[in-house]
């Protein structure tokens, strides 16, 4: 099974930009769904921005316009440009995958955090 490691959290003053990175250990050429989803202390985790296979983005409706995920199949890692950074966004950011005929997988997590 695909193992993924995030990268590239850390802390950032409101306004400020992060790039995180999914590296997988095998290929992302076949996975159908990619995402990138987030838990804040005391919530649930929720969906941020997902890709599918042929590249189709969606986002939330609280990241819409200032983050963007991609996906680049030859170095199999996914990015999420995180822009104009708010507080809220705080939270530690996994990513996600799903290949046909098996289980999701998941990283271990990235903690990002918004604070001046």
């Known amino acids: 099974q695909v193992q993924l490691v995030e990268s590239g959290g850390g802390l950032v003053q409101p306004g400020g930009s992060l790039r995180l990175s999914c590296a997988a250990s095998?290929?992302?050429?076949?996975?159908?769904?990619m995402g990138w989803y987030r838990q804040a202390p005391g919530k649930q985790r929720e969906s941020v921005a997902t890709i599918t296979g042929n590249n189709s983005p969606y986002y939330d409706n609280s990241v819409n316009g200032r983050f963007t995920i991609s996906r680049d199949n030859a170095k199999n890692t996914m990015y999420l440009q995180m822009n104009s950074l708010k507080p809220e966004d705080t939270a530690i950011y996994y990513c996600y995958a799903q290949y046909t005929g098996a289980a999701g997988t998941w990283g271990q997590g990235t903690q990002v955090t918004v604070s001046s």
């Open positions: 095998g290929s992302i050429f076949d996975a159908v769904f």
